[in-house]
């Protein structure tokens, strides 16, 4: 099983980035998938989840209208589209496969938002 995140780098506050993860070794489209945020000296927090079918997303308040989460079962990888960035979303991002009491993580990619 591998999730392998790819996308980070530095951007300007005000620009956007797109993260992929490309999953393998088991049935993506049978999974939900979540992408998670951690900051130094921060807790992981979840900031975008999409089910299994692709019909619900949902995310918190500090991202909503700013991130997209999708995914394209063919390709077996799912996206964030980040828009409008801060620098308060600086962290590393990782994505997250779910399917009831089974998980995988990928390694994380890091995203930076400065000036």
């Known amino acids: 099983v591998q999730l392998v995140e790819s996308g980070g780098g530095l951007v300007q506050p005000g620009g956007s980035l797109r993260l992929s993860c490309a999953a393998s070794g088991f049935t993506f489209s049978a999974y939900g998938m979540s992408w998670y945020r951690q900051a130094p000296g921060k807790e992981r927090e979840r900031v975008a989840s999409?089910?299994?079918?692709?019909?619900?997303?949902n995310y918190p308040d500090s991202v909503k209208g700013r991130f997209t989460i999708s995914r394209d079962d063919a390709k077996n990888t799912v996206y964030l589209q980040m828009n409008s960035l801060k620098p308060e979303d600086t962290a590393v991002y990782y994505c997250k496969a779910v399917r009831g009491a089974r998980e995988y993580w990928g390694q994380g990619t890091q995203v930076t938002v400065s000036s």
């Open positions: 999409i089910s299994n079918t692709g019909g619900f997303t």
